[in-house]
């Protein structure tokens, strides 16, 4: 039996893999091999069900006033690192404003805030005081930044506050197989995530990825962190092409589509016609969610 082979019948019986299975994984050049096995695993999930989520992003030191005319978001994210805890307050009231009752209002990675707070003891009183201003959820809890993140994300929960998301600020090829564990592992001790994005919000100027790799982590990610429910790729971030190859290899859930359309395509390339015939291409079902991952 190849390790392949052997993998795939852990996966079969439900079985955790191990570390060691993740190595295989990483090291094997059988990405139709892998791919299938994510993908199998994706679908035991979520059938061909496949979220998304618009979202209108606003810098925390340029905070919108309103929505533009027209934007459809199912999210408010604010983006950026807070210069203190006055301008991240006064960014947070801005968004709550624009959102009205109906949007969630989302900001911040998590470092950002420890590092705001003075450290995770304070970390408690800056969340209360965002919760306050109209924030409803961490944006983004990047597993590369903490070796172990689990006391600020306990923080940020007790302060009322949603931790939802796990993401990588950058990653070396050789950190792949410890960051998806790392991000089990931290789900495995406080739970509640939702999603976990595999790909690195920044790429690395000497090592870049492939499109092979990047693949590669997606599978790796869906096999590997089988206690988070979703895997999510950014849209923008890794452009349409690599999203839809991403949703047929473990992926199931798509950040990052535009709130507001650009106005230039017409009606056929519309936002959400892009993103829904993208899905749909891939023989799956688009489903649009809000940033609190409620169906719309």
Not at 108 to 116: G, P, S, T, Y
Not at 248 to 274: K, N, Q, Y
Request: charged content about 25%; some cysteine; hydrophobic content about 50%.
């Amino acid at each position: 039996m190849s390790v392949l082979e052997a993998v795939a019948a852990r996966v079969a019986r439900r079985e955790p893999l191990s570390a060691a299975d993740g190595a295989a994984i990483l090291a094997t050049n059988d990405i139709i091999e892998i791919g299938a096995l994510a993908d199998g695993a994706r679908r035991e999930r979520h059938d061909a069900r496949t979220t998304f989520v618009r979202v209108f992003e606003t810098h925390v030191d340029a905070p919108a006033a309103a929505l533009p005319s027209g934007a459809g978001p199912g999210e408010i994210r604010i983006v950026g690192a807070p210069r203190d805890v006055d301008s991240a307050v006064a960014a947070v009231r801005a968004a709550a404003r624009a959102a009205g009752d109906r949007v969630p209002v989302t900001g911040f990675a998590l470092d950002h805030l420890v590092i705001l707070a003075g450290g995770a003891s304070g970390l408690g009183d800056l969340c209360a005081r965002l919760r306050g201003a109209g924030l409803r959820a961490v944006a983004d809890v990047p597993v590369d930044a903490f070796e172990d993140a689990a006391e600020a994300v306990e923080a940020v929960r007790h302060a009322g506050l949603s931790a939802l998301r796990l993401t990588v600020h950058a990653l070396e090829p050789a950190d792949r197989l410890a960051i998806v564990g790392r991000a089990r592992a931290l789900q495995g001790r406080v739970g509640g995530f939702r999603a976990f994005a595999p790909l690195p919000r920044t790429m690395s100027v000497t090592v870049p990825t492939t499109g092979y790799d990047d693949v590669k982590l997606v599978g790796l990610a869906r096999l590997l962190a089988d206690n988070i429910d979703s895997i999510q790729v950014d849209w923008p971030l890794y452009g349409p092409k690599l999203a839809q190859v991403a949703l047929t290899v473990g992926a199931d859930d798509v950040d990052g589509i535009a709130a507001v359309e650009p106005g230039t395509l017409g009606r056929r390339r519309s936002v959400i016609e892009e993103i829904t015939g993208n899905i749909r291409a891939a023989a799956l079902e688009p489903v649009e969610r809000d940033g609190l991952f409620g169906i719309r």
